[in-house]
């Protein structure tokens, strides 16, 4: 065997030491090797964020899994993801997933989805469990909602409902003459709008359906694309397209449909005879129909929400205040005060707001507003007028909402009160030093209490007021055509209390007195004994007795005396034609009148007083707070978290 010679053996041993050092280090440098780094750019439409991995542009390498979460803003609902979303592992889910092979980029959708809607004289509310609440004028059937189930928003017009499930159809009550609840075929809706007899509905595409009455061509908007958001006025149909400009069909009598000029537009409302809409800067535009300065917008700022009533325009602002414009003869734009709103809505003569913490907040008709008293806190007594309610503050102040043509809701200026009562069109407040302040109606001299002195309780009627001072006599001022202030013989009364024409007195051994209109048996209380408290009614008087049950004469027309099988009452209220009592486990009954739902107080607990108008209930909670029942009264004790 030939050898190989010592050098040529080290050039071979070097050249092999080279060439596996090479494969080594190519080796490792294979290994080591950083894989692609891809970006992904996430951003968001109006009305919520992508909070997880946050908006902006992110680098990732690849293959690698990024974990995508959106989350709606109040009163919106997320949609889906758009843009590159080959790769998300669910486009409509709202926790998903997208794995990184390119440079993406995404964007998550949300919409608006109200979950009060206010109609002509009916008001409705989705719960979070997707069952829906409604109050209000139902002559049509309107409020019949109580079998509806996962609902997602809801819609109301004049005289029907509509309400979008889950799965994307619709379903609608109400009123149906021009077949604006003929919605049952309707599929893959994201929005649905109700006006005065039609019904529009958004669909996933962007396209819009709508029935119902097309006498205006209010239904034309087969050939709408591209649109985000709809809304239906009285006799016309708005429509915001994705590039922010906005169409509209139907009645343009008062211009209301002008709006081809809009750019940057989000969100739309479209009244009676106007249209209003919000621009992405926060600033509110406005056409059609002026005549009550509805559409005196042109100041508004840092606005996310609006909506049009028949005359008057609401705004949400940024901080969850709301502004309002228009005519308020029911009090309909009272809305100063109001805080931590997230959604409004207006009807054809009432608004109403959702409060962050689920709970419902109204001004408005309902009958003028006497029952806006679901901001109210740290009252110690309620009273109710006719068309009023009052309300005594811990702190001796006293706070009053309601009809006041007669300057009955002006009591901001009094201090130092210990009890109050409403009358007919005034009110009437006990100071803690005996004396007597009123305000209100005096055209029969009710209010000339000035010089009264010495008075431990005041009671009001409709024209009279009545006074029962230390020494258990009684003085009364007002109206006497009826006998109603013949009280100067009266001895040893401790309670009064004063109905539309009669007075009543309860003595301190338990029997009843009464004077004035007998015309149906009100006064006849002349039997009754063991009585602890007395309220008197528009034409009836009852009594509580100290057993807990009830009696009560006069006018029955209504069943407001059908008080026999009470038991275990505490206080009696009388109001125009119904009673209420409270009861010792703090819960109401109420028996009459209910026509304007004065007597649905059935789901009311925690009730420490009562009080009742002419078409209104009264309840005082233990944590001062104030519930009411009457038309669109329920929703100050809604809850819809």
């Not at 293959?63 to 889906?80: H, I, K, Q, W």
């Not at 996933?204 to 097309?214: C, K, L, M, R």
């Not at 006025?233 to 449909?257: E, L, M």
């Amino acid at each position: 065997m030939k050898m190989l010679s010592s050098r040529r053996h080290h050039c071979v041993a070097r050249i092999s030491i080279f060439l596996i050092t090479v494969a080594l280090i190519a080796g490792l440098v294979g290994c080591f090797w950083p894989l692609p780094f891809y970006n992904l750019t996430i951003t968001s439409t109006a009305g919520g964020s992508v909070t997880t991995p946050g908006e902006g542009t992110f680098s990732y390498v690849e293959e690698e899994m990024v974990n995508l979460v959106a989350t709606p803003d109040a009163s919106y609902r997320f949609v889906n993801w758009t843009g590159d979303v080959g790769t998300i592992a669910n486009v409509n889910a709202i926790t998903t997933t997208i794995t990184m092979n390119g440079d993406y980029e995404t964007t998550a959708n949300f919409q608006y989805t109200p979950r009060v809607a206010a109609g002509s004289r009916h008001t409705v509310g989705v719960k979070a469990d997707g069952k829906v609440l409604a109050v209000g004028y139902n002559g049509s059937g309107q409020c019949d909602v109580g079998g509806w189930t996962n609902i997602i928003q809801v819609a109301a017009g004049y005289g029907h409902t509509v309400g979008l499930k889950s799965n994307g159809t619709v379903v609608a009550v109400g009123r149906n003459d021009e077949g604006q609840c003929n919605v049952d075929n309707w599929t893959n809706i994201t929005q649905v709008a109700a006006g005065s007899g039609h019904t529009v509905g958004l669909k996933s595409d962007g396209t819009v359906i709508s029935v119902g009455d097309n006498f205006f061509g209010q239904c034309g908007v087969g050939g709408w694309t591209n649109i985000t958001r709809v809304d239906a006025g009285y006799i016309h149909t708005v429509g915001v397209k994705a590039n922010g400009t906005v169409v509209a069909v139907g009645d343009n009598s008062s211009g209301q449909c002008n709006v081809v000029g809009w750019t940057n537009i989000i969100l739309v409302a479209a009244g009676s005879g106007h249209t209003v809409g919000v621009k992405a800067d926060g600033t509110v535009v406005a056409v059609g129909q002026n005549d009550k300065g509805q559409c005196n917008v042109s100041g508004w700022t840092n606005i996310i929400q609006v909506a049009a009533g028949r005359y008057h325009t609401v705004g949400l602002k940024s901080n969850g205040t709301v502004v309002a414009v228009g005519l308020n003869d029911k009090g309909q734009c009272h809305v100063g005060g109001w805080t931590n709103i997230i959604q409004v809505d207006a009807g054809e003569e009432h608004t109403v707001g959702l409060k962050s913490n689920g709970t419902v907040v109204a001004v408005g008709n309902n009958y003028y507003g006497q029952c806006n008293v679901g901001g109210w806190a740290n009252i110690t007594q309620v009273t109710a007028g006719s068309y009023h309610t009052v309300g005594l503050k811990s702190n001796g102040t006293v706070v009053a909402v309601g009809r006041n043509d007669e300057g009955q809701c002006n009591v901001g200026g009094w201090t130092g009160i210990n009890q109050t009562a409403a009358g007919g069109l005034h009110t009437v407040g006990l100071n803690s030093s005996g004396s007597i302040v009123a305000v209100g109606a005096n055209a029969s001299g009710q209010c000339n209490v000035s010089g009264w002195t010495d008075i431990t309780q005041v009671a009001a009627g409709f024209g009279h007021t009545v006074g029962l001072k230390s020494d258990g006599k009684v003085v009364a001022v007002g109206r006497n055509d009826e006998g109603q202030c013949n009280v100067g013989g009266w001895t040893d009364i401790i309670q009064v209390a004063a109905g539309y024409g009669h007075t009543v007195g309860l003595k301190s051994d338990g029997k009843v007195v009464a004077v004035g209109d007998n015309s149906v048996g009100q006064c006849d209380v002349d039997v009754w004994t063991n009585i602890t408290q007395i309220a008197a009614g528009g034409w009836h008087t009852v009594g509580l007795k100290s057993d807990g049950t009830v009696v009560a004469v006069g006018t029955n027309v209504f069943g407001q005396c059908d008080v026999d099988v009470w038991m275990n009452i505490t206080q009696v209220a009388a109001g125009g034609w119904h009673t209420a009592g409270l009861k010792s486990d703090s819960t109401v009954v109420t028996v009459g009148w209910n026509n304007y739902g004065q007597c649905n107080v059935g789901s009311w607990t925690n009730i420490t007083e009562v009080a009742a108008g002419d078409y209104h209930t009264v309840g005082l909670k233990d944590d001062d707070t104030v519930v009411a029942a009457s038309w669109d009264a329920e929703l100050a004790n809604w809850n819809l978290s």
